[in-house]
């Protein structure tokens, strides 16, 4: 069997040494003849000197030896004064140059060395595969099925999809299980939600769970400046694949590569819209058989290319939502298994103060309670700390060192009790968790706390004002006792601008439009539209706009009106509940129960007229 011997920059280096040391043994044996200084004066005097050429340190010419032939001479030059002392004395004397063999060979190698240091540390921080001729390759990580340690047991709150997806992993262990029958597994999967639910999780957990290599890339990572740089990645992924079937290839923000064509597209687009092209041509003449899955993952669903999404390509989607109060239960419980929980945490009551957060949001509140216990050096994570967690996640950071004058600490406890007692005497409205007036946030001066006892998935007219009354108490508790709104209420307002918004123009509850919805097409389904970004898009005339607007004022004041109403009968109330928080800053559920109890009861009861 042929050896192969591998390069070594340590060969090229002592071949160098080689040369330079023969170089200076050849020039010592084939160059002139080296004589003595005294010798050249003895010669010099006879007139044997015959040519001569006189260096800085070396004389070099011809003169006539012993024998009458003419040879070339060499000697090293001495001081004149020296020479002349050391006659004196009938000496012989010559002189000697410092030899610079090793200077030379400094100065030659450490450049070099320097020049490959360089070169390779930059091909070191490029990695495999990296180099000007290799941008074809694709820069995909590919794990061994040793490597990947998740299994379903760690993926908790999307039990349906884990179900779906359990198929998958079936196939690739036994393939022929699918296959006798005829039938075939989906050449790809295309994992849908909002970010952070788990979508990047659950395909290293098939990958896991089936014990098969797992390539993962991001969409974005296969367009490059290089026109036809993409298609060729995709080329070398797929080759790859198959070489390693069975396994799996994910796909990573999917959006970034497969937008749809021909929108938009000034000519800017043609790298992607390749690399988009080659894709479905190495789908779309893929063997099922090769036990090869292809999984992609997006929040944008809307905005991919319907090619895409054909029977034969990406012709499964699965669904990975937000989890709800079993799932959140059952997600906090999988982290909490590498944290030391105290006795009084109760991961339930944590699930229903975090309705629509996302399994990372979960997870970031378990770590920022461990970290603030940690902080105090606890060695438990206590129910307070997780309780702080979730005020810093949802609230922001708690500004300890904020001065705030009386009056406006007083304006804004009026504000937060405003807000908390319209809860409280609003039929199907959410309890109150928890009311403060320490500042968090960027803006935040206090903040009322709302938590829903169950998960709720279609909400009605009366619920939806509901939460709009709760949102103008604020305002109205400041108007009532100070004379005069502040700007306090501006992000209530917003809010409670948008949900009338919603209700007239998407969910036909106005009493003048009619049952029509007046909202623009193609809108995010997982991602939240920020309004000052989005275009105004609108598919009805001025007369109608005109008219919405004047129903959605109209419906604003009615709804201002109750909620003064509601707050003059109980203006005993609001004065009792606002000195007790101004006295504590913080007040719980039970607390502020307790303090409403007997009069919140009757009016929770009955639905309003």
Same mark, same amino acid.
């Given at each position: ?159 349906? +999809?884990?179900?779906?997806? !359990?198929?998958?992993? *079936?196939? /690739?262990?036994?393939?022929? @299980? #699918?296959? &006798? ?115 992609? +993952?997006?929040?944008?669903? !809307?905005?991919?290319? *319907?090619? /895409?999404?054909?029977?034969? @390509? #990406?012709? &499964? ?293």
């Amino acid at each position: 069997m042929e050896k192969h011997h591998k390069f070594s920059i340590w060969y090229v280096l002592l071949g160098i040494w080689a040369v330079l040391i023969l170089n200076n043994i050849i020039a010592g044996q084939i160059g002139p003849k080296q004589v003595a200084y005294s010798e050249f004066l003895n010669q010099l005097r006879a007139d044997k000197i015959k040519e001569i050429a006189i260096g800085k340190d070396v004389i070099t010419g011809k003169m006539i030896d012993s024998d009458g032939s003419e040879v070339s001479f060499k000697t090293v030059r001495v001081s004149p004064d020296l020479a002349k002392e050391l006659e004196g004395h009938k000496l012989e004397f010559r002189g000697e140059v410092e030899s610079t063999f090793l200077r030379t060979l400094f100065s030659w190698m450490v450049p070099i060395f320097l020049f490959l240091g360089i070169w390779y540390f930059m091909m070191k921080r490029m990695g495999p595969g990296a180099g000007v001729m290799n941008f074809g390759a694709n820069k995909a990580k590919i794990y061994a099925e040793e490597d990947i340690p998740t299994r379903f047991t760690d993926v908790a709150g999307v039990d349906e +999809a884990k179900e779906e997806l !359990e198929e998958v992993v *079936q196939f /690739l262990r036994t393939p022929e @299980r #699918f296959t &006798r029958l005829g039938g075939r597994m989906p050449k790809g999967v295309l994992l849908v939600g909002p970010p952070g639910t788990g979508k990047t999780l659950l395909s290293r957990a098939i990958a896991g769970e089936a014990g098969v290599p797992f390539f993962s890339i991001s969409g974005s990572e296969f367009v490059e400046l290089f026109v036809g740089m993409g298609a060729a990645r995709v080329r070398d992924l797929f080759k790859q694949a198959r070489e390693k079937a069975p396994c799996i290839v994910f796909i990573d923000e999917l959006d970034a590569l497969g937008k749809a064509r021909g929108v938009g597209n000034l000519g800017g687009h043609d790298e992607r819209e390749q690399t988009l092209q080659q894709l479905l041509v190495e789908m779309d003449g893929f063997d099922p058989r090769a036990g090869v899955i292809i999984m992609a +993952a997006t929040n944008r669903p !809307e905005i991919l290319d *319907q090619a /895409l999404l054909r029977a034969g @390509r #990406f012709d &499964r989607q699965v669904l990975v939502d937000k989890p709800d109060l079993n799932g959140r239960i059952a997600i906090l419980e999988v982290h909490a298994r590498r944290i030391s929980l105290a006795d009084d945490v109760d991961l339930k009551v944590l699930a229903q103060r975090t309705p629509g957060l996302s399994g990372a949001d979960l997870e970031n509140i378990l770590n920022e309670g461990a970290l603030l216990a940690a902080r105090v050096d606890r060695n438990e994570v206590t129910m307070a700390d997780l309780e702080e967690a979730v005020d810093r996640i949802v609230g922001g950071l708690e500004k300890k060192n904020r001065v705030i004058n009386e009056q406006e600490k007083q304006r804004v406890a009026y504000h937060e009790t405003g807000h908390a007692l319209v809860a409280a005497f609003t039929p199907q409205t959410d309890q109150v968790h928890k009311i403060s007036i320490i500042p968090r946030g960027i803006a935040a001066l206090g903040y009322t706390e709302q938590r829903p006892t169950e998960d709720r998935y279609l909400m009605s007219k009366t619920e939806l004002e509901g939460r709009v009354d709760v949102l103008l108490g604020g305002r109205v508790a400041e108007r009532l006792t100070f004379g005069e709104v502040s700007t306090g209420a501006a992000n209530d307002l917003q809010r409670a601008t948008d949900m009338v918004r919603a209700m007239l123009t998407q969910y036909g509850m106005g009493d003048t439009l009619g049952p029509v919805t007046y909202t623009a097409r193609n809108q995010p389904v997982f991602l939240p539209q920020d309004s000052l970004l989005a275009p105004a898009a609108k598919d009805y005339s001025e007369a109608t706009a005109a008219a919405l607007d004047e129903e959605l004022r109209r419906f604003m004041e009615t709804r201002e009106e109750r909620v003064e109403d509601l707050l003059r009968d109980h203006g005993d109330l609001l004065k009792k509940v606002a000195g007790v928080l101004l006295e504590k800053e913080v007040l719980s559920g039970a607390q502020f129960q307790e303090l409403v109890k007997g009069e919140a009861g009757s009016a929770q009861a009955e639905p309003e007229n």
